[in-house]
């Protein structure tokens, strides 16, 4: 059985968050259950991030939770402890209320944030284990480049930046950061393909 965050003791490094509060007003349903090449992309997003060099997955959410969280439980039992969920209750103010929610919910022991949302199931393991490394090697903030423009997501934190994230308001996420800190922002070049968006029906049969 997956952990409720409250009972959560295991001491991390990096947390990967999976951002799965949005109604998803553009595709008119869940969009999270929604079935991409046979897997439904919340289910995607914590498979890749339970793969990656993240200790532990934290799902937020939201809008649909109850059938967030049936689901994972269904598809993926054997995760057990690496996986807990955080509940936003404020999740129909914007994005920023859910980067909140999941910093908030973070243990003292915990020195980075990677985010990733639910409706990019191409994101490959091996692009969030770079954005770690990079991290580990001394950046404090890094996100993916395509044909060298920064992308808001999945983006890596370090702990220096939470304040910050704890200040966002809106539907933008940690995109402010993003421009803020520009200068020093450590990018990587990642495919078009492994960022796709999953937003409308009319995306799906793409």
């Known amino acids: 059985m997956m952990a409720e965050v409250a009972g959560q003791s295991e001491r991390c490094v990096v947390t990967a968050i999976v951002l799965a509060a949005g109604r ?4 008119g349903r869940a969009k999270q259950l929604e079935i991409v090449d046979g897997t439904p992309m919340v289910v995607r997003a914590v498979q890749v991030a339970l793969a990656s060099s993240a200790i532990d997955v934290m799902i937020v ?23 807990r969920f955080v509940h936003n209750s404020a999740w129909a103010t914007g994005q920023a209320s859910s980067v909140r929610t999941a910093i908030q919910a973070l243990e003292a022991t915990c020195q980075a944030a990677l985010f990733l949302p639910t409706d990019q199931p191409f994101v490959p ?17 890094v996100a993916p480049t395509v044909d060298g423009q920064p992308r808001g997501a999945p983006a890596i934190f370090d702990r220096s930046l939470w304040p910050e994230l704890l200040a966002l308001e809106g539907d933008t996420g940690a995109r402010p950061l993003l421009q803020r800190y520009r200068q020093e922002l450590v990018t990587l070049p990642a495919d078009a393909a492994w960022l796709r968006d999953i937003d409308t029906p009319a995306d799906l049969p793409r």
């Open 125 to 141: 393991v091996a692009l969030l284990d770079d954005l770690i490394a990079a991290w580990r090697a001394g950046a404090r903030l």
């Open 61 to 83: 959410t939201g809008a649909y939770a109850p059938a967030v969280r049936d689901l994972l439980q269904t598809h993926l039992p054997e995760a057990g402890q690496r996986v």
């Open 24 to 27: 998803s007003s553009r595709m």
